[in-house]
């Protein structure tokens, strides 16, 4: 089985995707009353409109994630902490996303950026 979707529910469903779009460049690829739904590859992300929101780590695999860092910062999104090697062999950053969504960058570092990580 393979995953396509997950549930965050968030009690400002418009300014939710208002903050997709300006920030993200994301914009729903279907909406009714108190849901919608926005693609990032493979997988989609449901919006639910209620009054609990659900705290979830989103993470979003990059290529260039200090470029998209600073993008995203650029269009408003608000950094929780700066782009970081990992002792798990990744680059991440993470920002602030709308209700209590945070969001993660990541990119895999190469092995001898690895290496070189794990001597200091």
């Known amino acids: 089985m393979d995953g396509n979707h997950f549930h965050v529910i968030v009690?400002?469903?418009a300014g939710a995707l208002a903050w997709f779009a300006r920030v993200w460049t994301a914009e729903p690829v279907y909406r009714e009353?108190?849901?919608a739904m926005i693609r990032f590859g493979p997988i989609l992300l449901i919006l639910d409109q209620d009054e609990?929101?659900?705290i979830t780590t989103t993470g979003y695999a990059t290529a260039g994630r200090d470029a998209n860092f600073r993008t995203v910062v650029g269009r408003g999104a608000q950094a929780i902490e700066?782009?970081?090697d990992r002792s798990w062999g990744v680059?991440?950053?993470y920002l602030k996303g709308p209700g209590?969504?945070?969001l993660e960058l990541e990119q895999a570092l190469d092995a001898n950026a690895r290496s070189s990580d794990s001597a200091t």
């Open 52 to 54: 609990e929101e659900t």
């Open 11 to 13: 009690r400002d469903l």
């Open 82 to 84: 700066e782009p970081a």
């Open 33 to 35: 009353e108190g849901m």
């Open 91 to 93: 680059r991440a950053a």
């Open 100 to 102: 209590r969504i945070p």
